[in-house]
């Protein structure tokens, strides 16, 4: 059974930082790539950052420079490391993979920022 849990998430003022992890368990970690998404009140989920079985990573254009995804194999665990935080990347933040043609997420954690 595939699961993915998120912690990490908070309250955070502008311009601080916060680490988000995602565990998985029930899928051979090292194989897949992950993603990290996030749904805003009011607006569609979004992709954040993803990082591939290379560790290679894409961010939205909205996160680029502030954002690194990275990825521990033995942990089977993927972090999002956020750093200059913005009110506007208040929202729920999702881990995501894509096992054997399903998509599977966490429960998901909550960050704010705000003053």
């Known amino acids: 059974q595939v699961q993915l849990v998120e912690s990490g998430g908070g309250l955070v003022q502008p311009g601080g930082s916060l680490r988000l992890s995602c565990k998985a368990s029930?899928?051979?970690?090292?194989?897949?790539?992950m993603g990290w998404y996030r749904q805003a009140p009011g607006k569609q989920r979004e992709l954040v950052a993803a990082?591939?079985?290379?560790?290679?990573?894409n961010y939205a254009d909205s996160v680029k420079g502030r954002f690194t995804i990275s990825r521990d194999n033995v942990k089977n665990t993927v972090y999002l490391q956020m750093n200059s935080l913005k009110p506007e990347d208040t929202g729920v933040y999702y881990c995501?993979?894509?096992?054997?043609?399903?998509?599977?997420w966490g429960r998901g954690t909550q960050v704010t920022v705000s003053s």
């Open positions: 029930g899928i051979l970690f090292r194989l897949y790539a």
């Open positions: 995501n993979v894509d096992y054997r043609g399903v998509n599977y």
């Open positions: 990082i591939t079985t290379g560790s290679d990573t």
